[in-house]
């Protein structure tokens, strides 16, 4: 089946760090570009970073450039987000997509960020 | 950075044909993508590059771009079409994913 499965959400402290993970399975996960985007309670979506096939080009959004870093291996078929200093306005559903259309989506993991 | 708008909410009766429009400085020379997000469930593409539909989507969603605007057209519309739709294009310019808003499809 091809699908996208986040974990690694949680309940953290302001200023915390979490690490997310997106495992990928039914594609030939090295070929695509990949994506976090995210959403806050009752808000739309965020993108939050892309990353290329081969890990060598990566964009992140405003908001989270210098505190959250994107990363991939290939050879186990995952994706990573890296979230540090983390802040209240960080609180969301995470989302890892495939590709610049972003025609497959996982189903999220929450990260809520909170004292 | 590029801006794309959206209309908060669209109103449409069964059986009828809802437009969801999504706005941008001379956005008919990008590509456009549209989701479907139902509520507690991730959003799903709809329609890809403006017009193509992904080959699970039914032929009553479609899509076309001109100029400063993108349309996502939904026909014989059904209690079930009843979603969050977002329209979403690559700035090329800020190398960023840029959403729309979002409109809220009701069905009366």
């Known amino acids: 089946e091809v699908q996208l499965v986040e974990s690694g959400g949680g309940l953290v402290q302001p200023g915390g760090s979490l690490r997310l993970s997106c495992a990928a399975s039914?594609?030939?996960?090295?070929?695509?570009?990949m994506n976090w985007v995210r959403q806050a309670p009752g808000k739309g979506l965020e993108w939050v970073s892309y990353?290329?096939?081969?890990?060598?080009?990566?964009y992140y959004a405003d908001s989270v450039q210098g505190r959250f870093t994107i990363s991939r291996d290939n050879a186990k078929n995952s994706l990573y987000l890296q979230m540090n200093i983390l802040r209240a306005e960080d609180t969301a559903v995470y989302y890892c997509a495939r590709d610049r259309r972003l025609d497959l989506w996982g189903r999220g993991t929450l990260v809520t960020v909170s004292s | 950075s590029y801006v794309v708008t959206q209309p908060p909410s669209v109103s449409v009766a069964p059986g009828q044909t809802a437009r969801i429009t999504c706005g941008g400085n001379n956005i008919g020379s990008k590509s456009v993508h549209w989701y479907q997000q139902k509520p507690g469930q991730a959003p799903v593409l709809v329609v890809y590059?403006?017009?193509d539909r992904p080959s699970e989507i039914p032929e009553r969603f479609s899509g076309s771009n001109s100029g400063n605007t993108a349309t996502l057209t939904i026909s014989r519309v059904e209690a079930g079409d009843e979603a969050d739709y977002y329209c979403q294009v690559w700035d090329s310019s800020s190398d960023h994913v840029v959403f729309g808003g979002g409109t809220k499809l009701t069905v009366l």
């Open positions: 990353i290329s096939s081969s890990g060598y080009t990566i």
């Open positions: 590059d403006d017009s």
């Open positions: 039914g594609f030939n996960f090295s070929s695509y570009e």
